[in-house]
C-alpha cells in the first residue's frame, strides 16, 4: 500500500511553520499524558512489572503458532467464528462479505488502529455502508475527515478552539461551549446508532488462547455498547496481540493502562469469549474474529526487529518523544507514528517503503524507558539505519558525510586539524553557513565555543 | 494452501531458529491485606460511588429510597435478571434505553485494579444504558488480585460466561482540548452496593 512516509521531512516542516497550534497542542497533551505515567510507575514495581510482561510476550511470540490454533479452537467451541487475512485487502473482503451476508446498512467502530492499517472505512463507505466512528477523539477526526494522530489521543493535535467551531458548525453548539457541553452534544447525536446498527466493528487489545477472549480496553463505554447491541461483532485482530493465559491479562490490562494514561485500569474492558448463549437477554448474535497477518510475519521473521511485536500500543513512546511533540502523528505518513512507527514500519512495510522514519530520532533513549514491554526502540533505530546504509538507501549526502567521518576518525592528524578549524569556524559569522548548524542557529544565538581543542584541554588537565 | 495454512507456515518459519523462551509465570503483585478497603479506595480515586446500605431496613426499600433520593431522582429503573429479589427497588421498570438507572448485580470485585466485574448474564443493556448504574457487590467476593479474579473466572470454564465486563469508575474522556468529562457514552455515574 502507498503510504506518504516518503515526504515526512516536508511535512513536518510544514506543519512546524504554517500550523504552530499543532507542536503546542500535542506537546501538552504528551507532557500531561507522560506525567501521569511517570506518577502511575511509581505507585508499583514497575521495572518487575514491565520485565515479567516482556517475558510472557516474549514467550508468546516464541510459540505463536501453537497460540494461534489454540485461541481459534477455543473460540470455535465458544461459538465464535475465525477468519485469517494474509494482508490488507483480505481483511477488508471479509469484513464486505459479512456486511453482506447480514445486510448491514449501519456500523459503529470502536477505536482500532488495525482498521486504519487496513484502511477499512473507505471501503464500507464504497458499499453505501454509514459507518460511525463512536470513540470521541475519532468521532471528531471523522467529522474533520483526518486520520488519527495519536495512537491513544487520537485528536490530541485540535485545540478545543478548533473542536468548538467545528461542533458549532455541525451540531449547532454554542460557539464558546466548554469541554462537558461539547462531549453531551457529541453523546446525544450518537445515542441511537448503537441500537439501530447492524454491526460492531473493534480492534483487540489481546486475545487470550486458552479462553478464546478477546479483551478490550477502554475509557468511555462505547467499545462495550458497540460489541454488546448491534446482532454482529467483528473483533479485527492483529496475530501478535496473542497471550498465553486468562491470568495473564491481570498484568497486561494494568499495565497498558498505566503506560498510557497513568490509570489503574481503563474504566471499562470488555472481555468477550463468544456470542451471546441462550438464556441471555442481549449481546450479539454471531461474534467474528479476523486474525491479521499484512506484514506481522515478516517482523517477526527479522532477526531484531521480532520484538517490536511486544508492542501493546499504549502510546508511551510517542509522549516521550522530543521528535513527536513537534509535529504530532500525521508528519509520519503511516497509521503508527512516534518510535514504535519507525522500528515497525519498516518490518510492515519494508525498509524502502519505511524510509526516512528510522532516522527520525535523536536516539535519546527515553522511548526505551517508558515502553512497558521494554522494547529495544533506539537499538532497533540503529539496527534499521545499519540496513538502510547497506542498502543504499540513504542519502548520498549522508554517505559522503559518514565516509568523510570515517576518514578523519582513523587519521589522528587530520581528525586534530578538523577539530580546530571547527572551533575556529563556530567562532565566526561562518557558522550559520555550515550545514545542520546553520538550521540549528537559525533562532538561537550561538555558544562562543573555547579557542582551545578538547584535546589541547585534556591534556593541560580539566579543571 | 489456504490463507490460514500460509499464515501459521510462515509463523512457524520465522520461529524456527529462535529459541522458545519460557513463561514466566504468575506476575505475583503482594495482596492487600484487606481486600475490601483496597477496592474502595481504588474504586473511588477513579470516580466510582460507594454506598452501604442501611442495615436496620430491607435492601429493596432501602435501594428505592436511595435512588429516588438521587438528583435527578430516579423514576424508571432496569434492573438485570440476576438481581435477588429482595435486592430489587419498587420502582417502576422500564427499557434500559429510558431508565434514569440500571441495577445489576456483580460476580465479584478485585481491589486492586478497583473493578467490578459484570457477567453478560446479567445484562448488557442494563450495565451500559442509563446514565447512573448501581451494581450490588456480593459480600466476600472482592478479591484481592484482578489476578485471583480472573483465575476463579478461568475455572467456570465451560460456564464462562458470553462476555464479562470490567468497570473500575464512570465512563470519561479527555478527547476535547485534554479535559475529562464523564459520561460520555457509558454511565456518568457508578454506584457500588457493598454487602
Given at each position: 500500500m502507498p503510504t506518504g512516509i516518503r515526504d515526512y521531512p516536508a511535512r513536518a516542516r510544514e506543519i512546524i511553520r504554517k500550523d504552530p497550534l499543532v507542536r503546542e497542542s500535542v506537546t501538552g497533551a504528551t507532557i500531561a499524558f507522560d506525567e501521569k505515567r511517570r506518577r502511575s510507575y511509581a505507585e508499583i514495581d514497575a521495572e518487575a512489572w514491565r520485565r515479567w510482561a516482556e517475558g510472557v510476550k516474549n514467550h508468546t511470540l516464541t510459540h505463536l503458532d501453537r497460540y494461534l490454533t489454540e485461541a481459534e479452537a477455543r473460540l470455535e467451541a465458544n461459538g465464535a467464528e475465525v477468519h485469517w487475512a494474509e494482508d490488507a485487502a483480505e481483511a477488508r473482503e471479509i469484513v464486505m462479505e459479512l456486511a453482506q451476508r447480514h445486510s448491514v446498512r449501519d456500523v459503529v467502530k470502536g477505536k482500532s488502529m488495525l482498521t486504519e492499517e487496513i484502511d477499512l472505512n473507505p471501503a464500507l463507505e464504497r458499499a453505501r455502508i454509514d459507518v460511525l466512528e463512536t470513540d470521541l477523539g475519532e468521532f471528531i477526526l471523522q467529522l474533520f475527515n483526518e486520520p488519527p494522530s495519536?495512537?491513544?489521543?487520537?485528536?490530541?493535535?485540535?485545540?478545543l478552539q478548533q473542536v468548538r467551531n467545528l461542533f458549532t458548525e455541525?451540531?449547532?453548539?454554542?460557539?464558546?461551549?466548554?469541554p462537558d457541553t461539547l462531549a453531551q452534544a457529541a453523546r446525544e447525536a450518537l445515542s441511537d446508532v448503537f441500537i439501530r446498527a447492524d454491526m460492531g466493528i473493534t480492534g483487540a487489545n489481546f486475545l487470550v488462547a486458552e479462553t478464546g477472549t478477546v479483551a478490550l480496553i477502554e475509557n468511555e463505554g462505547n467499545i462495550r455498547l458497540a460489541t454488546s447491541l448491534p446482532r454482529v461483532h467483528v473483533a479485527i485482530v492483529g496475530i501478535e496481540k496473542l497471550l498465553p493465559r486468562m491470568t495473564d491479562l491481570a498484568g497486561f490490562l494494568q499495565l497498558t493502562a498505566r503506560a498510557a494514561t497513568g490509570q489503574p485500569i481503563g474504566c471499562f474492558v470488555s472481555l468477550i469469549q463468544g456470542p451471546a448463549l441462550h438464556p441471555e437477554d442481549d449481546g450479539p448474535e454471531e461474534v467474528h474474529v479476523i486474525l491479521v497477518d499484512n506484514g506481522r510475519t515478516d517482523v517477526l521473521a527479522h532477526e531484531h526487529a521480532?520484538?517490536?511485536?511486544?508492542?501493546?500500543?499504549?502510546g508511551a513512546c510517542l509522549n516521550v518523544c522530543p521528535v513527536y511533540r513537534q509535529t504530532g502523528g500525521h508528519a509520519y505518513g503511516y497509521v503508527y507514528s512516534g518510535p514504535i512507527g519507525s522500528v515497525l514500519d519498516p518490518g510492515l512495510l519494508g525498509l524502502h517503503e519505511a524510509m526516512p522514519l528510522p532516522f527520525a530520532s535523536s536516539l535519546c533513549g527515553a522511548c526505551f524507558d517508558a515502553c512497558p514491554v521494554r522494547i529495544p526502540i533506539p537499538e532497533l533505530l540503529l539496527e534499521w539505519r545499519r540496513e538502510a546504509q547497506e542498502a543504499g538507501l540513504t542519502p548520498w549526502k549522508e554517505r559522503a558525510a559518514l565516509a568523510g567521518l570515517a576518514g578523519m576518525a582513523t587519521r589522528p592528524g587530520l581528525y586534530r586539524a578538523a577539530g580546530k578549524l571547527g572551533s575556529r569556524l563556530a567562532g565566526t559569522g561562518m557558522a550559520r553557513s555550515l550545514p545542520m548548524l546553520g538550521a540549528w542557529a537559525e533562532d538561537r544565538a550561538l555558544p562562543k565555543p573555547s579557542r582551545r581543542t578538547f584535546r589541547e584541554l585534556w591534556r593541560a588537565g580539566i579543571e | 494452501m489456504t490463507g490460514r495454512e500460509r499464515i501459521l507456515a510462515r509463523v512457524a518459519r520465522a520461529t524456527a531458529g529462535r529459541e522458545g523462551l519460557p513463561h514466566p509465570g504468575p506476575l505475583d503483585v503482594p495482596p492487600a491485606d484487606d481486600p475490601a478497603a483496597a477496592f474502595v479506595k481504588r474504586f473511588t480515586s477513579s470516580g466510582g460511588e460507594v454506598v452501604e446500605p442501611d442495615p436496620g431496613r430491607p435492601a429493596g426499600a432501602w435501594l428505592t429510597a436511595f435512588l429516588e433520593g438521587l438528583d435527578p431522582a430516579v423514576a424508571g429503573v432496569a434492573i438485570g435478571p440476576e438481581v435477588p429479589p429482595e435486592r430489587r427497588p419498587r420502582l417502576p421498570e422500564v427499557a434500559a434505553a429510558h431508565a434514569g438507572a440500571g441495577v445489576s448485580a456483580a460476580w465479584g470485585a478485585a481491589a486492586d485494579s478497583g473493578s467490578l466485574i459484570l457477567p453478560s448474564t446479567g445484562g448488557r443493556a442494563v450495565q451500559l444504558l442509563p446514565p447512573v448504574h448501581v451494581v450490588w457487590v456480593p459480600e466476600g467476593r472482592v478479591f484481592a488480585r484482578l489476578e485471583d479474579a480472573l483465575a476463579e473466572l478461568r475455572k467456570l470454564d465451560e460456564d464462562l460466561p458470553a462476555a464479562v465486563g470490567l468497570h473500575s469508575g464512570p465512563s470519561k474522556s479527555a478527547d476535547i482540548g485534554q479535559t475529562v468529562v464523564t459520561g460520555v457514552h457509558g454511565p456518568g455515574r457508578c454506584i457500588a452496593v457493598m454487602g
Open positions: 495519536h495512537i491513544l489521543g487520537p485528536a490530541i493535535h485540535k485545540s455541525v451540531l449547532r453548539t454554542d460557539s464558546d461551549a466548554d521480532w520484538e517490536a511485536l511486544r508492542c501493546l500500543r499504549c | -
